[in-house]
T-cell receptor, first 112, second 116 residues
Framework: SQQGEEDPQALSIQEGENATMNCSYKTSINNLQWYRQNSGRGLVHLILIRSNEREKHSGRLRVTLDTSKKSSSLLITASRAADTASYFC????????????FGSGTRLSIRP | DAGITQSPRHKVTETGTPVTLRCHQT?????MYWYRQDPGHGLRLIHYSYGVKDTDKGEVSDGYSVSRSKTEDFLLTLESATSSQTSVYFC???????????????FGPGTRLTVT
């Protein structure tokens, strides 16, 4: 089974609003990453947070990590039409930092 | 964009035939991965490689084999294709971020495989 599971599976918001996606995982990790996929394209790396970090920012992105709950959240502030995409969290398997497992993703739609 | 190409980009094949997908990189990254993407399942790891001739199984390795004879190429073979292997296949590469155990991945454009 997959290491990470995103919630919700789909999210539709108005342009300008904030979007929050959550990820839960099962085993201990070294790092957690978030990726974006535009329709029909390969995934693009957004941000990485290490297991000893609690929060990280990159532009309009804010990622939190709670290792005690084995969960992470991705917040996109002031959403734009170009943010419409699928978002995936990815984790390693703790014992194997190079083995990267993805969740099932959240499909985000931004309404104009 | 990272130098990753996949070939072919599209393929239609019949059940029972062998199929080989190729991933080629020009970044000299040590790690290479094969994932499949299906609706409702996100990306699932098939196999990955941590060096030439060094590979390991992922979540859904049954029915697939891989080979890596040189750093730049990672081949995925479906020994006898089945309809359940109809999917989009993505190759990814990574290298550890200096001083960390973090592996940021770069993805190829994908191969759409249909098994009839």
């Amino acid at each position: 089974s997959q290491q990470g599971e995103e919630d919700p599976q789909a999210l539709s918001i108005q342009e300008g609003e904030n979007a929050t996606m959550n990820c839960s995982y099962k085993t201990s990790i070294n790092n957690l990453q978030w990726y974006r996929q535009n329709s029909g394209r390969g995934l693009v790396h957004l941000i990485l947070i290490r297991s000893n970090e609690r929060e990280k920012h990159s532009g309009r992105l804010r990622v939190t990590l709670d290792t005690s709950k084995k969960s992470s959240s991705l917040l996109i502030t002031a959403s734009r039409a170009a943010d419409t995409a699928s978002y995936f969290c990815a984790t390693d398997e703790g014992s194997s930092a190079s083995k990267i497992i993805f969740g099932s993703g959240t499909r985000l739609s931004i309404r104009p | 964009d990272a130098g990753i190409t996949q070939s072919p980009r599209h393929k239609v094949t019949e059940t029972g035939t062998p199929v080989t997908l190729r991933c080629h990189q020009t970044e000299n990254h040590r790690y290479m991965y094969w994932y499949r993407q299906d609706p409702g399942h996100g990306l699932r790891l098939i196999h990955y490689s941590y060096g030439v001739k060094d590979t390991d199984k992922g979540e859904v390795s049954d029915g697939y084999s891989v080979s890596r004879s040189k750093t730049e190429d990672f081949l995925l073979t479906l020994e006898s294709a089945t309809s359940s292997q109809t999917s989009v296949y993505f190759c990814a590469i990574s290298e550890s971020v200096v001083g960390t155990r973090a592996y940021e991945q770069y993805f190829g454009p994908g191969t759409r495989l249909t098994v009839t």
